[in-house]
């Protein structure tokens, strides 16, 4: 699996239930960890924007980490991370909640430490007790000597006396090589040697001598005694070398020490615990980032959402999150008769219906709406022309005429005939209805809300159109009658676009495009601007918008082009006129000034206040999609930047903890070695 980008991933680093940490390569040879959404978790509402959420709190908190390069909006959403950056596709899993596992590295457990057995320092000291086994070393045993089995290993401790007169031990004690055979007795205890007669060993007809190494002290071999043993001049009733009493053990000390460690330790941690301030608690909310689950409430899904459509907190996301809502999809139906103009004759029995759709914005909280005159009142010619085409191609589909006829039948035909309404002389009936976020064609009914035009310019002095929505309450966009439109300089444009091919049964949505001016004209006396790209066929009447989200113009149809395609911008300065010929003004709602002043603080990082607002907003204009969508990220952007406090919160008490008990052990450590040089 490959993202659309820069990168070649080389291997997996770790899975968890929402997607894949990858490591990567770009072009440059600089590596990068990428976090990849599964696609069926990318679809189930609320998963795409917390993972765009979370990636992104991450980024703008102090000290965060910052992705190189991310795609929110593909099939599998992803992020990459510098490699040097430590470990950010894996930060990112863990801080939406999930149980992040790294992928285990190749390789087995480690074989055995092998080598040669190393030499004893020290010289050998005073035995004390009763003499332990060592082994490679004959030992003293009861009974008959047994063979010894087993591999010989590395002499450790103080080397022990064996039987016969103590030998002087020269240099080091070395290494016992060899497989260890019957002894030829045991030796005495060290402090029996000068108190009696030696032992006699058991008779044994064929001894076998131990085989010690050569450097080791070798004992005297003892045989049988025919008779009494020798004088023994140092021998004595009384042993000479005394035992020495075994160390005390320090158990009380010990405990007490690390009582008051761990007394310490838990102190420290309370107390940085207890001054640490407290975090801002945040209203009751549904799962969402950082739970372990999905979530249980459905997601706000607006069609717009400015986060995807521009650089997140960049001035474009709030420009379009200002505008947008106050965007309005237009479809206006026109029923008449095409009649004969000197007989008045329809030239077909059944009348003739037609479709306009566009785009338009609201201007005033009480409906009044701005759009192109085109679209809900055209003019009699481009009215005919429409009507015209429709009884042609209704020809072609009764085989009566063919494709290539068509253009030449309604020029044929212009000139001779007249659209009326079902009465000569009266004006095409007309039905105009309006929807906000997503728009169906053919729509009449809820949620569609009728409209009807109250005030249009012709295309010659402007082509714009005032009309008036059936419902009140509606998100207002803001006109700049200021804005200078300038060759050269940037525009974001939005209007309704869809991708679906069936005219009759497609779905719009809201879409945004930047744009550059390439120059001006003239319509009647107003002025207008060329721009370099369109929207779509159903953009007109949409919205030019300034860096500060007002409306700059409104977006018309360049009928100097052959494909009269909608790349003419109206100044806003003339729709402003227009408005005030209606006899109204272009002005703000209570609900869009908190609004706006919620995206204020949304974009200034003040969360809390940011989603008691916004949810305001939403109650009293329920049209407003964004204000639910952007009070459910401010919701998931607080609980991302709490996590990390909590955690700093309790690392200072930890490491408070560690340090306290590190400095009672030290102060141990300190008062034990002073004791030790006294008692030296």
């Not at 440059?28 to 990636?55: K, S």
């Not at 860096?547 to 700059?552: D, I, L, T």
């Not at 939403?618 to 049209?623: K, L």
């Amino acid at each position: 699996m490959q993202p659309v980008g820069p990168y070649r991933f080389t291997h997996m680093l770790g899975t968890c239930p929402a997607g894949k940490a990858w490591a990567a390569i770009d072009g440059q040879g600089r590596l990068v960890t990428i976090a990849v959404l599964n696609a069926a978790v990318a679809d189930a509402p609320g998963w795409r924007e917390a993972f765009v959420g979370t990636a992104n709190g991450l980024a703008q908190a102090p000290g965060g980490q910052t992705f190189a390069y991310a795609d929110f909006s593909a099939a599998e959403p992803w992020v990459a991370y510098p490699a040097e950056a430590g470990p950010g596709a894996e930060r990112l899993f863990r801080a939406l909640g999930q149980d992040y596992q790294p992928v285990p590295s190749e390789g087995g457990p480690a074989a055995p430490v092998s080598g040669v057995p190393q030499q004893v320092s020290g010289v050998p000291q005073q035995v004390s007790g009763i003499p332990q086994q060592v082994s490679g070393v004959p030992q003293q045993v009861s009974g008959i000597p047994q063979q010894v089995s087993g591999i010989p290993q590395q002499v450790s401790g103080v080397p022990q006396q064996v039987s016969g007169v103590p030998q002087q031990v020269s240099g080091v004690p070395q290494q016992v090589s060899g497989v260890p055979q019957l002894t030829s007795g045991p030796p005495p205890a060290p402090w029996a040697l000068h108190a009696g007669p030696p032992v006699a060993p058991n008779p044994n007809p064929n001894p076998t001598p131990a085989q010690p190494d050569t450097d080791e002290p070798q004992p005297p071999a003892v045989g049988p005694m025919d008779g009494p043993p020798p004088h023994d001049p140092f021998a004595a009733p009384v042993r000479r070398i005394q035992p020495s009493a075994p160390p005390k053990r320090r158990t009380g000390l010990w405990l007490k020490v690390a009582a008051l460690a761990l007394a310490v330790a838990v102190g420290s941690g309370v107390a940085v615990w207890a001054l640490a301030p407290d975090e801002p608690t945040g209203p009751d909310i549904p799962p969402t980032v950082g739970a372990t689950a999905f979530p249980t409430a459905a997601a706000v899904d607006p069609p717009l959402k400015p986060w995807a459509q521009a650089a997140p907190y960049s001035p474009e996301e709030r420009a379009l999150a200002v505008a947008a809502p106050a965007l309005v999809f237009i479809e206006t139906v026109f029923t008449g008769y095409v009649r004969d103009a000197s007989t008045n004759t329809p030239i077909r029995a059944t009348p003739i219906t037609f479709t306009r759709r566009c785009s338009a914005f609201v201007v005033t909280p009480d409906g009044h709406a701005l759009t192109s005159s085109a679209c809900v009142k055209p003019t009699q010619e481009t009215a005919r022309q429409i009507a015209l085409d429709t009884v042609a191609r209704m020809l072609v589909r009764e085989q009566t005429l063919v494709p290539a006829q068509v253009q030449e039948y309604i020029r044929t035909n212009m000139g001779k005939t007249k659209f009326t309404g079902i009465d000569p002389g009266t004006e095409p009936g007309t039905e105009i209805h309006g929807q906000l976020n997503t728009a169906k064609g053919n729509l009449t009914t809820e949620p569609a809300i009728p409209a009807q035009v109250v005030r249009a310019l012709p295309p010659d002095t402007g082509n714009i159109a005032l009309i008036k929505l059936g419902r009140g309450s509606l998100p207002v966009a803001e006109l700049n009658p200021s804005a200078t439109l300038t060759d050269g300089s940037s525009l974001l444009i939005l209007g309704f676009a869809t991708t679906d091919d069936d005219f009759r049964t497609a779905t719009y949505g809201p879409q945004s495009k930047l744009v550059g001016i390439t120059g001006t004209g003239r319509r009647g006396s107003a002025s207008i601007s060329r721009i370099n790209q369109d929207l779509g066929t159903t953009s007109h009447g949409g919205i030019a918008l300034d860096p500060s989200g007002r409306v700059a113009g409104m977006i018309d149809q360049d009928q100097a082009r052959p494909d009269r395609a909608n790349r003419v911008i109206v100044p806003s300065s003339s729709l402003n006129a227009l408005i005030g010929e209606a006899g109204t003004a272009n002005k703000l709602g209570d609900s869009d000034k908190l609004y706006r002043k919620a995206l204020d603080a949304y974009f200034a990082g003040q969360h809390a206040a940011a989603i008691t607002q916004f949810d305001a907003v939403a109650q009293a204009s329920p049209g407003n999609l964004l204000a639910k969508a952007y009070r459910q990220n401010a919701v998931e952007r607080q609980q991302n930047e709490s996590e990390p406090s909590d955690q700093s919160v309790w690392l200072m008490a930890l490491l408070a903890g560690a340090g306290g008990a590190l400095f009672v052990g030290l102060i141990v450590l300190v008062v034990m070695l002073v004791r030790r040089r006294r008692d030296v």
